[in-house]
């Protein structure tokens, strides 16, 4: 019998459609011709990469890289891979002699393999391998030994510790922000010969394991963009203020411009600088000595905070720590010299640009390679999870992953969230719909039909044919259920005299043209309103 499972997206995924489509289609090529005249381009990077580029770039302690990459191991070995999730799982226990055996004899052949593999170079050559292939062949010979029987739980727990660590093949992560994508392209291409700074937008889907609700999901769209500028010779310094600040200000500047083109409503933009490798240690050192004077009074999370990231409670939303928060100190006084100036000058370049902003000290993001400036955007409509763009400076993340020393600053805005506030503002409405609906009966007519659905596609209009004949009625009703302006009305008169009829839906009104008439008629600003 046929196998009626049901398939359905996965939890956190979801399939978007039309009429949605379109507006997806319309943000993202609004952004696209603003972002152009920024002069940025465009850039398309893989969706996965090495899963050490995002540990090393975004930090091993965020949330994102501990908790919610998408993470495989990339290979064409099927049989070790089952004999090693096979040797993972046996238990062989101290009164089955027998089993013990078995066990050494799997252990034995699958180190054999693996030797073999890791000499032809079919798994990573790496010193964690050396390391793990080489303890399993010491592991193996132990369990042959009888004297040491009495410790088999304790190497049965050492083999799996071991097989934990072979690496069949590169591990990989489904990314799940793309800034650290755009550094090791830059890097790979050699972008810092280029001219100074390289500006590039890209558009695409991300993966995070969160866990699923309103604005949040497991595969998610970004818009973002980067702007990169590798120091030249005599660069760098307290000189380049000004310039940095004039380039922090125009990013956001780029944002705010795009979601004014767009109409989101109820935009706010929150900013803030988290120093530099010279003043932020300091801080957070005082953070940490005053979080640990209150750590009674905090949640799990903050508790842990206080060890990995104490910058990370001010992050908190948990109503019992906000008046504890509010009395901490704030990064604001404790910027060396250099931020501090960066800091005012974004906000006087922001000044110059007539974008608004509200300082929030609290900001601090989620990613580890942020320096100086940080801000976040927010929208109506989207409840808790309001942050429709985060982005921030991040100057030494290019050298972090093996390139030139070299500056930089970028955004991403989530696109699902961008969506989601236009529609909940009423301003989701995109052209649907047809332009002509055309409805033909008689074998005569179906010819003229098909060439002059031709001729209007062409001309870029959206046209309906149905494939074979209805009656009038019905071929009227239909050009209704599918929000069409107009029906062009093709019977054997209207072929025989080259006089088309063509009804106005919304009155009902109707005139008959000649083809180029029609088609110079449609063309008429007025009457087309679906081609805006
Ligand atoms: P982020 O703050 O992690 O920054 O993400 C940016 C935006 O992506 C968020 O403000 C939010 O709108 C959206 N977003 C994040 N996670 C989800 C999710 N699970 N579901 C729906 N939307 C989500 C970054 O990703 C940085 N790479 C931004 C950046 C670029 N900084 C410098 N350059």
Known sequence: MANKQKFQAIKGTRDLL???TELWNRVEQ??????GTFGFGEIRPPIFEPTELFARAIGAETDVVAK???????????????????????????????GIEAYRDRLGDLYAALERAFHAGAVPRTPENRHAITRLGDLSVALGDPSLRSELQGLSHDVRSALEQVKLGDVVTLRPEATASVCRAYIEHNMHALTQPVKLYYTGPMFRRERPQKGRYRQFYQIGAEVLEALQQGQGGAKDIPKDAAIDAEVIEMVMVFFGRLELQGVQLEINSIGDRNCRPQYV?????????????????????IETNPLRVLD??????QEIIAGLPR???????????HYAE???QLGLRGVAYKENWRLVRGLDYYMRTTFEIAAQGLGSQNAVCGGGRYDGLVELLGGPPTKGIGFAIGEDRLILSLQEAGKGGGAQGRDVYIAWMGEKAQATAIAAARTLRNAGFRVELPPVEQKFGKALGQADKLGSRYALILGEDEVASGQWTLKTLADGSQAKYTEAALLEFLKKPCSSPLQG
């Open 346 to 348: 974004v906000k006087r």
């Open 18 to 20: 039309p009429p949605e």
């Open 285 to 305: 050192e005082l953070l940490r000595a005053e979080l640990l004077k209150v750590k009674d009074k905090l949640g799990a999370d903050s508790q842990r905070r």
């Open 30 to 35: 609004t952004a696209r011709e603003v972002f």
């Open 68 to 98: 919610e990459m998408y993470t495989f191991e990339d290979h064409d070995l099927p049989d070790l891979a089952y004999a090693r999730s096979d040797l993972k799982m046996r238990n062989p226990s101290v009164d089955n002699l027998p």
């Open 316 to 321: 908190s939303k948990l109503e019992s720590e």
């Open 331 to 341: 990064i604001g006084d404790h910027l060396c010299a250099d931020c501090a100036k």
